[in-house]
């Protein structure tokens, strides 16, 4: 079934000429499709003809609202949605002074068998298209009634495994006729698919690159994430470094702690060598238990001793505020739950 959120304004305009329709016509529907409209008659400034046309030949976007929870700790809100052919995925929908981002799935599942990620127990389904992943930006805005400033891809899946649609997803989303949210306000994070970096570093595209480490070296990293057998940390980090020096930006790793495999000091002491001297920043995340998952989150001084330690040696650590805790908000536990 064909979406019209997949379609471009370019689309649009090949579709309203093949139909002997007002070029005007393009623009317009296309107007509608990031409002994150559910049904074809909130089209309003569209003809009922047109609006036939459209309800006979495709699908808005295909999505439904499976389950929405609200924390009632900090109003984190957590979507479950179903996509046309039954795969589901969750998005977040988080708070900050800075304004309202949203974090999306790229996949519905995830290959990367990373064993401390709930995402891994359920399978893969499929790649989400360029316009699944617009559309779980839209909706949420409309659900939210407030603009969504920031996005991160931090969701289920991989996105360096699904690149191409990753890629114009961005540029979709940076479209003054789209969504219109700066790429500087746009996180991509990557278990580290060395070759597909290397091809988003010339892409030029001036989002935030998270990159999830998790480990000082390649021993614990090849131990938890199965993808650290096929890149070393060291031709990792020579990625990383091309990255900083093409786009000038600093990267962000993602550091989560579990207790007894990563946490200790002698760990963060390994990590500060390594990143001696790189453009930047260390999150530390709190692991997220699940059921059924093997790790157990490090205590808080385990967590506080390890960033000052990554600090004393003059490397940028924070630790990551936990939203959402009440509801499950950490990606991949409910389509674990849902898919099981
Ligand atoms: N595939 C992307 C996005 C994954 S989710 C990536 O690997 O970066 C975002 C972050 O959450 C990643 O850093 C991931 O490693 C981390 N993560 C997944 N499960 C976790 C858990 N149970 N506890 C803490 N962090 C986890």
Redesign the pocket.
Known sequence: MKLMIDMTLENWQSWAVARNLPAYRAPQIHQWLKRGITTVDEMTNIPKSIRELLRAEFLIDGLTVEHKFVSALDQTTKYVFRLHDGNVIESVLMHYKHGQSVCISSQAG?K?G?T???STGAGFGRNLSRGEMLAQVARIAADSGERVGHVVI??I???MDNYNEVVRFLRAANDPQGLNISLRHISV???GLVPEMLKFTDEGLPVTL?V?L?APNDQIRQSIMPIAQNHSIDELLRACRRHIEHSGRRISF?Y?LFAGVNDQPEHAKELAIRLKGMLCHVNL?P??E?EG?Q?QQSSRRQVENFQQILERAGINATIRRELGSDINA???QLRRRLEA
């Open positions: 995830c990367m990373c401390f990620c709930a931090m969701g899946g991989e996105p994070s990557t278990c998270s999830s998790h993602e989560s995340i692991a997220n699940f998952g790790f950490a990606c991949g």
